[in-house]
């Protein structure tokens, strides 16, 4: 299976095995990211910004931004397959929040 290397501002580069989730490619380096639905485009907490080309919307992920008035400034991670080399920020971590880590997401 192709791979792509993904790069996180302040974390670094790793590779991930492409059509994994974002969401689940930075969690599963190490990296604090919130998610607080269990990837299902409802609280909008995995966010993250693009420092490369981004990927097209799915739907859920539009219109969930669209809904909540956000739509441009942020991107959903639990929401955005890997498929090409990717470099993003990570909006918001968990233990920055108070958080606990949120449900598990799907593959």
Excluded: Y
Excluded at 7 to 14: A, D, I, P, Q
């Amino acid at each position: 299976m192709a791979t792509h290397n993904v790069t996180v501002e302040g974390f670094g580069t790793f590779e991930v095995e492409e059509g994994k989730k974002l969401l689940l490619a930075i969690e599963q380096n190490g990296i604090d990211i919130s998610h607080r639905c269990g990837g299902q485009a409802r609280c909008t907490t995995c966010r993250v910004k693009f420092h490369s080309d981004e990927p097209a919307f799915e739907a859920a992920e539009h219109d969930s931004l669209e809904e909540d008035g956000v739509l441009g400034e942020f991107r959903l991670s639990c929401q955005i397959r890997v498929d090409r080399n990717m470099n993003v920020e990570v909006l918001q971590r968990a233990s920055e929040m108070g958080w606990e880590p949120g449900p598990e997401v799907d593959e």
